[in-house]
């Protein structure tokens, strides 16, 4: 058997959510086996704020290390949980030989009322430091584009800045498809004395309906050009795709030129699309 080698210069990683139902697993071990050949650095498996007692996170990280034998890493979000539940769910993390973890505020549910113990997710990195040291390599969440809630782009700034001086080794990106505002936002952060490595998130283009519905919720900005271009083709799901691989390729080629330290793909749990942007890269 040949071992997987990975197309690219620079380390990949791909992020799933925890599937809940037989065919979900299903999909999921298809989707991880494929990507698996591209010989990521780790795999991580997002959690659902505020619900950590239903979370199949950690189920999920514990597949991909023993089904799989790839690095699974969780992610962890503070926003409606209380310390305690944190602090047992890093226990259970250091239990499953985790030594990596995606540290986060993430968003309550509408309608869920209860905040939680920590308001931010530089509490949570200053936490996990505090109780654990240099057990976690801790990583956080920046945004190119300024996150949707923060006051202004300065602040938002200063609130990442805040993050890594609470301890983040390093910092996964909100997707974007304007490469620029990756490169100002790092050059921005670098002004500030942020040293971490800023890996960007890519998503990969699998249904346009559904990412103009995420992108609203996210603050991500869809260009117009591309919007118009994937309206165009209608129904023309075949077309859709080819220019969906196309764009996403050109992406992630101008962020390898241009010094981007690793990508890291937002599955969804599906390769097909993953597939179709590395392809184009080899
Ligand atoms: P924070 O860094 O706390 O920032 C959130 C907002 O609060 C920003 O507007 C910031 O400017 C502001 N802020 C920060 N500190 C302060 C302060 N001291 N005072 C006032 N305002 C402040 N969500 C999930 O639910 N589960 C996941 O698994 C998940 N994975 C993700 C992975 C990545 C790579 C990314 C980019 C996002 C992920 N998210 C996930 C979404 C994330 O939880 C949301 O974007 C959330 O709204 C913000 O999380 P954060 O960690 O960036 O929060």
Redesign the pocket.
């Known amino acids: 058997m040949t071992s997987p080698v990975s197309p690219l210069p620079i380390p990949l990683s791909f ?1 799933f ?1 925890p599937p809940k139902t037989d065919d979900q697993r299903v999909q999921f071990d298809r989707t991880v086996r494929k990507l698996k050949a591209h010989a990521p650095q780790f795999m ?7 619900g950590s007692t239903l979370s199949h ?1 950690p189920e999920t990280v514990q597949r991909l290390r023993s089904d799989h034998g790839v690095v699974g890493v969780p ?5 409606g949980g209380s310390r305690e539940e944190i602090r047992s769910l890093l226990k259970l993390y250091r239990a499953l030989g985790c030594d990596r973890i ?6 309550l549910p509408s309608g869920m009322a209860r905040t939680g113990d920590l ?6 990195v200053q936490l996990i430091r505090d109780e654990h040291g240099d057990q976690f390599k801790i ?5 190119p584009e ?6 202004d782009a300065h ?2 700034l ?3 800045k ?2 890594v001086e609470a301890g983040a080794d390093g ?5 974007f498809y304007n490469p620029d505002a990756y490169f100002r936002f790092v050059a921005d952060v670098r002004r500030l004395g942020v040293g971490i490595p800023i890996v960007p ?1 890519i998503m990969p283009i699998a249904n346009f309906s559904q990412l103009r519905r995420f992108s609203e919720a ?2 991500a900005e869809i260009p117009r050009w591309m919007a118009q271009r994937m309206r165009a083709f209608g129904d023309d799901v075949d077309s859709v795709r080819e220019l969906a691989a196309d764009v996403v390729a050109q992406l992630c080629q101008r962020l390898i030129d241009g010094g981007a330290p690793g990508l ?1 793909f ?1 599955t969804l749990n599906l390769a097909r699309p993953i597939q179709a942007v590395l392809q184009r890269l080899t």
């Open positions: 992020e959510y991580s498996v997002t959690f659902g704020a505020g996170t992610h962890l979000t503070c926003v995606v540290a986060l505020r993430g968003d308001r931010h997710a530089s509490e949570l990583e956080v969440a920046a945004y300024t996150h949707p809630q923060a006051d602040v938002d200063r609130h990442f805040a993050k910092a996964i990106t909100q997707y998130g996210c603050g890291h937002y």
